[in-house]
C-alpha cells in the first residue's frame, strides 16, 4: 500500500497558496486578520458565535489554524482565559498545522488535540486534527478509529469524510483503474447513511477525483482530466447525475463547506463534456475557485479553473 495523502493531497500544496480556504465565509476572514495583528478577542467573539455548527466550527478553527501566528496568539489568549475549550481548540489545531509542516513535534501536537478533546468532549474538531494528522502519517487503524470519534459527535462532519476519502484513494494504486475499489464503497455508504439535505449525497463525486488523482500520479491515468475515459464510464456517468440532481435540489445554500462541493462538481461538468451543467455551476461558485481539484493531478490550479470556466460560460 502506498502511503496516505497529505491533507491537501500530493500535487496541491502551490497551488493551495494562491486560494483563500476561507472561501466566502466575511466573518471568518475579518477575524482571521484581526488575529495576525494580535487581537484573538475577534477569533473569541466568532467562536462564541459559531456555538456547535460543528461543520463551520470545524472549517472556521482549521482555516484560523493554518496562519503560522495563530499557535502563539491562541497562547496568549489561554493565558488571558485559561478555562477557554476554544482557545484550546484553536491551539490544537494550530499545532496539528505547524507538525503538518514540520514546524512541531507530532506527539505535542497529539497532546494539544487531546487536551482539548477532554475539555469540550462533545466537540469533534479535535480529532478532526488528529485526524489530519493520522491521515499525514498514522496507520490504518488510527484513521479508522479517529474517523470514528468524529462520527460519533457528529455523524454528517464534512471535512472528516472528505479527509478519509482522499486517504482512502491512495489504496491499491497499483491495481490501476478498479470500479470496485473500497473508495467508492466508503462514498456511497456515507451518502446513504447521511440526511437527504447532506452535502455528503456529493461524496462519490470527490471519492471518483480523488481516485483520479491517485491513478494519474502513478501514470494509470492521463494528466489532463478531460483526456481521461476516468469520467466518462457508465458508472462515472450515474454518479455525475444523481449529484448535479441532487444539488438542483439542495436548498441549504448555508453549508460553510458547500464550495469545495460545488468545485468538485463543476470539474466533474467539464471533465465530463456537460458544458451547460458546469456553467450553472461556475454562476454559484463565482471567484471563489478551491485548489482541490482543479489541481489533480499536478497542474496549475488557478489556470485550469479559468480555462474550465471560459469554456463552459462561452459555451452556455
Not at 483520479?212 to 464510464?233: C, I, M, Y
Not at 445554500?253 to 456537460?274: Q, S, Y
Request: with cysteine.
Amino acid at each position: 500500500m502506498s502511503p496516505p495523502p497529505p491533507p491537501l493531497g500530493r500535487g496541491r500544496k502551490r497551488a493551495a497558496q494562491a486560494f483563500d480556504e476561507a472561501l466566502d465565509d466575511a466573518e471568518l476572514v475579518a477575524a482571521r486578520s484581526a488575529l495576525a495583528q494580535g487581537r484573538w478577542q475577534n477569533a473569541r467573539s466568532l467562536l462564541v458565535q459559531t456555538g456547535d455548527d460543528w461543520d463551520r466550527r470545524g472549517h472556521r478553527i482549521t482555516v484560523l489554524a493554518r496562519e503560522s501566528y495563530c499557535a502563539a496568539w491562541a497562547r496568549e489568549w489561554l493565558l488571558a482565559e485559561p478555562d477557554s475549550s476554544d482557545a484550546s481548540v484553536l491551539l490544537a489545531l494550530a499545532q496539528v498545522r505547524r507538525a503538518l509542516r514540520g514546524k512541531e513535534k507530532t506527539a505535542r501536537a497529539r497532546e494539544a488535540c487531546h487536551t482539548a478533546a477532554e475539555r469540550v468532549p462533545t466537540d469533534p474538531t479535535p480529532w478532526l486534527g488528529l485526524l489530519l494528522l493520522e491521515c499525514a502519517q498514522g496507520t490504518d487503524g488510527d484513521v479508522v478509529r479517529l474517523f470514528e470519534q468524529v462520527r460519533s459527535r457528529y455523524a454528517d462532519h464534512h471535512h472528516a469524510h472528505h479527509l478519509v476519502v482522499a486517504w482512502l484513494a491512495e489504496r491499491r494504486v497499483e491495481a490501476g483503474p478498479d470500479p470496485l475499489h473500497e473508495v467508492y464503497d466508503f462514498a456511497n455508504w456515507a451518502a446513504e447513511q447521511a440526511p437527504a439535505d447532506s452535502p455528503l449525497a456529493v461524496l462519490p463525486v470527490i471519492a471518483h477525483a480523488e481516485r483520479f488523482r491517485t491513478l494519474a500520479a502513478a501514470g494509470h491515468e492521463p494528466a489532463d482530466p478531460v483526456a481521461s475515459g476516468h469520467w466518462v464510464g457508465r458508472r462515472a456517468r450515474q454518479v455525475m447525475k444523481a449529484a448535479f440532481d441532487w444539488w438542483l435540489e439542495w436548498e441549504h445554500e448555508g453549508h460553510p463547506r458547500r464550495l469545495v462541493d460545488l468545485n468538485f462538481l463543476a470539474h466533474a461538468k467539464v471533465c465530463e463534456g456537460r458544458g451547460a451543467e458546469a456553467a450553472a455551476l461556475f454562476h454559484r461558485i463565482g471567484e471563489h475557485a478551491t485548489a482541490a481539484p482543479w489541481s489533480y493531478p499536478d497542474r496549475d490550479a488557478r489556470t485550469a479553473f479559468r480555462t474550465a470556466r471560459a469554456a463552459a460560460l462561452g459555451t452556455a
